[in-house]
């Protein structure tokens, strides 16, 4: 509940993460790869939302900021774009059901709770396409484990699921260790009744 206030709050006015503006590695994603669908997990106000629609990509995209939904629902009837935008929990997802051929998550992923990531991380390979990708933007946790961010037991959880393809570390504002991950779903994984997908 906290956090949902926290969030709503910095959406009465331009949050600093929400830059307008996709980033070069989506960019270079849409590039290479066919239009499908898309789902945008924390997706803000929809820019990237936005992006993908226009480069013909089926897309919905979650964010739990009601106000956020609210602004990614203008900006897409202003761009001329159809896009399926929620306001739902990224580790719930009631009523979204796959496969996506791309996920993407541009600093969600990296500030929710533990348990919350634990469940957000194991509906991965469910809503992935075989051969889908997960395109990933995290904050990386310090040796302290402090703030937040991502650790290596959290890359190993998702790393469990999920085939890493690529990754590109850097730093935001030249001082956050963060990284862009590329993960695929490749194997076959097995429901929770047992079943193979």
Known sequence: MLRRLFFS??????????????????????????????????????????????NGWDTTGIDFAPRAIQEARKKARQAGVQADLRVEDVSRLKGISGPFDLILDIGCLHGL???????????LPALLSLNGSFLLYAFMKGSDNSGIGLTARDLEFISDQLDLVARKDGTERGIQPSAWFTYKRIAEYVTSAGNLD
């Open 9 to 54: 709050f910095w959406y009465l006015r331009k949050p600093p993460w929400d830059t307008g503006i996709s980033p070069p590695e989506l960019l270079e994603f849409i590039d290479t790869h066919p239009a499908g669908r898309a789902l945008d997990l924390g997706c803000g106000t929809g820019t990237n939302v936005i992006t993908l629609a226009r």
């Open 113 to 123: 709770p533990l348990k919350s990531m634990d469940t957000y991380i194991e509906n």
